[in-house]
DNA sequence: ATAATAGTGTCTGTCAGACAATATGAT
DNA sequence: ATCATATTGTCTGACAGACACTATTAT
């Protein structure tokens, strides 16, 4: 242990980080979270939300990035997975550095953010300059969302608990980027036998009231895809 | 960076290694190289290659596992995708580490390991215990390529640059873990277009020569499987 | 000719998308 | 009744797996 630390210090230290790229749907976009960062490097550019990894207060990445989520949108209980580690001499002019990204999907209703100008929804179609690599990062979390999201049951992430089979389709839809067959959506829906009903009814007025369904499992794949995309 | 570099000090120094799970084929088999370590920890146990990140030296992550691949497998060239990040107070007995994981598929005819009894292609389907969480990165290693080989021609890349349609499809057959009907697989790679002819044809004499074909791209998806396991 | 593997053709059930038709509840 | 949306039914072409058949070369 001594010989790695004395062999890690000899050179500069890395910055270890996480960030998260926060998805949601708000009527029929994809948003993503971003704020303005307050500080250098790259002082009121648009970034995904973030921080350093505390090896004495976080057990892990996850641990780190939860800790984020509390802090930044004050949600619990969301649905995250690790997307991929970013990292190099070159993506933060500070110096080497390396960090864990993340993905969270959760309902709007979830989300608790401050009031302010530096915090924002931005429909992720039209982005503007991003800090460091974070516009790859979001790339790159779009496009596993978009290739995991017509095989699983992802997309349903993006909805409260409970919900209706249009506004699932309509998760998907957005997800997928592309209009889907109602009748086929519906027919591989119930193949898949991943929702159960709740008994309750959508209480939209003025029109006839949908059934609503939750999920039986969490996240699950499947063997073949609702819509396309593959 | 100077608040960043005090901050991290103050807490004990992450440890940052990359890790490689490297596959190949041996006659019908799916093998992963293995060594044992030398040193404490886990001393004696077998392990996948890997080695600690080189601020210095490495520009990220991915060059750190090229100069590893370098060392101990004798290779360039090679396939090699991210796999995920390991990380935790737990996983390493000196304390909190990150370790960046990688994927590296390769024909057995490029490899050059030293004839070591320390050093083994060992078959993936009986494996010894591993060091560290190395059985868990192995085992999401083995579920990427299974997911992905469905899709792409990933399982290509076990293979020589010039092979037979029978050994493509023994090698989708080993990473799917199944048997693939004959003419379904070559309607679809016909249909699919990712192969050319070289116009040669193997030479494993005493039985009717095949055509040898390359890749015309890079790895490459599809829409649609070759074979299940989707 | 025979052995052995390479490569092709066809049949059949399943599944997808398109689109039309019906059901239901609020007004 | 009428509107708007939910929900179901049917038709058709694409595609997968099964399996039998033909082709080609070394011996």
Redesign the interface.
């Known amino acids: ?1 001594k010989e ?2 004395s ?10 980080t996480v960030d998260v790229v926060v998805l949601t749907l708000d009527n029929g976009q994809l948003q993503v979270l971003l704020h303005r960062r307050p500080n250098a490097p790259f002082a009121g550019a648009w970034a995904l939300p973030g921080g ?6 976080d ?3 996850l641990a780190a990035i939860q800790r984020v989520l509390r802090s930044k949108v004050g949600a619990t209980n969301i649905y995250v997975e ?1 997307l ?2 970013y ?4 993506r933060d002019p ?3 550095s ?1 960090s ?1 990204a993340y993905i969270a999907l959760l309902p709007k209703s979830d989300l608790q953010i401050v009031d302010s100008p530096d915090v924002a929804l931005l429909d992720t179609k039209s982005l503007p300059e991003l800090a460091f690599d974070h516009a790859l990062i979001l790339k790159d979390a779009l496009a596993r969302l978009r290739g995991k999201g017509a ?1 699983s049951t992802l997309p349903a992430m993006l909805l409260k608990k409970e919900f209706t089979l249009s506004e699932l389709q309509l998760a998907y839809e957005v997800v997928l980027g592309e209009k889907l067959d109602t009748s086929a959506f519906r027919r591989k829906v119930g193949d898949f036998e991943f929702l159960e009903k709740t008994g309750s009814n959508s209480s939209e007025l003025s029109k006839r009231p949908a059934r609503l369904f939750r999920l039986k499992n969490d996240v699950q794949m ?3 895809t609702l819509g ?1 995309s ?1």
């Open positions: 242990m790695i630390g062999a890690l210090r000899k050179e500069s230290l890395p910055i270890l350093f990894v505390r090896v004495g207060e057990s892990d990445t690790q991929a580690t990292s190099g001499e070159m500070r110096g080497w390396l864990v095989y499947f063997d073949r396309r593959g």
